[in-house]
Each structure stands twice: as structure tokens, then as C-alpha cells.
């Protein structure tokens, strides 16, 4: 089972629950990609935890072949994110996701349809919600199709555009 984290390994992005969670599934392997001030920290504790089935990649240009090639994506984050891409992106994918009720998260990722929103800083639920997906692929599938049906019904550029025209007309 391939989980992935992709952003900054910064203390906001809650990347060490991340860590935690997969290594607390035995049948998880997680790849972490992105850079930033956390990330030597992060890797002390994927060495201490699962050494085997946690992989730092650093940045990447392109995460299309990550989101292609990925299972579940776990984004733990402990604030500073208003809408994250990233789970535009993994919905696009057809990927479910494992997140938090930070900004706007909950408008992409909808609880029990297109993934699971644990509580910020509560790892254990987070672990759980991991597991729980990790041991029930037909769950996770029906969440992956409804993540990407959600994400083309809302965030695709030909439903968002309209939208900014319309913003843009009204205070012109």
C-alpha cells in the first residue's frame, strides 16, 4: 500500500503524524516528497519508526507519476493551509485522502465521501483513519471515484474561471 505526503516538511504541515501513522500500519509504505526546515527530523523519526517503508524523495516538478503511482495521500496539516492544491490535485486522481479540518480542506475533501477529516493533532484517529483505508481497498476506491468526481464537478479551470469573470465584472 503506497501512502504519500506531498508539500513543505514544515511543523504546521503536521508531517510527523503522517510519519507516525504509516508506520504504525504494517502494510503501509509511505513516500515523502516536498523540502523544508523539518525535513532532517522527519527522517531521525522514519529511521527510528520503519526505516524500511519510509522514503524522503525532496522536491519534485512534476508529482503527477506520485499521484499515479499512490494509494491514499495523507495531508496531517496543523494550519497555515487555506485551500491546498495538493488535495485538488489527489481528488483529480481519483486518489481518497486522509487530511484535517484546516481552512478551507473540508470543501475538498468532504468526510466519509471523498476521504477522511480526523481532528488537527489527534494522531491516533489519524492513524486509525489510515488503517481503516489501508484494510478496505473497496472503501478507498468509492472514495478515490468520489474525490475526483467532486474535485471535476468544483475545482477543474473550466468551472473555476467562469467564476473569477464573474468576481472580476462585479467590481469592475
Known amino acids: 500500500m503506497e501512502l504519500l505526503y506531498l508539500g513543505a516538511l514544515a511543523a504546521e504541515k503536521g508531517v510527523d503524524i503522517a ?15 516536498g523540502a523544508g526546515p523539518e525535513r532532517p527530523a522527519l527522517e531521525a523519526l522514519a529511521s527510528d519508526l520503519a526505516p524500511d517503508r519510509i522514503t524522503f524523495i525532496g522536491p519534485v516538478d512534476d508529482p503527477r507519476s506520485l499521484l499515479a503511482s499512490s494509494d491514499l495521500l495523507l495531508l496531517p496539516s496543523r494550519g497555515g493551509d ?17 487530511t484535517t479540518p484546516v481552512g478551507s480542506i473540508t470543501d475538498i475533501v468532504l468526510d466519509g465521501e471523498t476521504g477522511r477529516v480526523v481532528p488537527v493533532g ?39 474561471a467562469p467564476r473569477w469573470l464573474d468576481v472580476l465584472r462585479s467590481v469592475l
Open 19 to 33: 510519519v507516525r501513522a504509516a508506520a504504525a500500519v504494517d502494510e503501509a509504505r509511505l513516500t515523502v516528497a
Open 122 to 160: 489527534d494522531q491516533s484517529g489519524f492513524t486509525r483513519a489510515v488503517a481503516d483505508l489501508v484494510a478496505e481497498p473497496e472503501v478507498r476506491s468509492r472514495l478515490g471515484a468520489s474525490a475526483r468526481d467532486h474535485c471535476t464537478e468544483h475545482f477543474t479551470i473550466g468551472t473555476v
Open 82 to 98: 487555506s485551500m491546498p492544491a495538493v488535495l485538488i490535485e489527489a481528488g483529480l486522481h481519483g486518489l481518497a485522502c486522509v
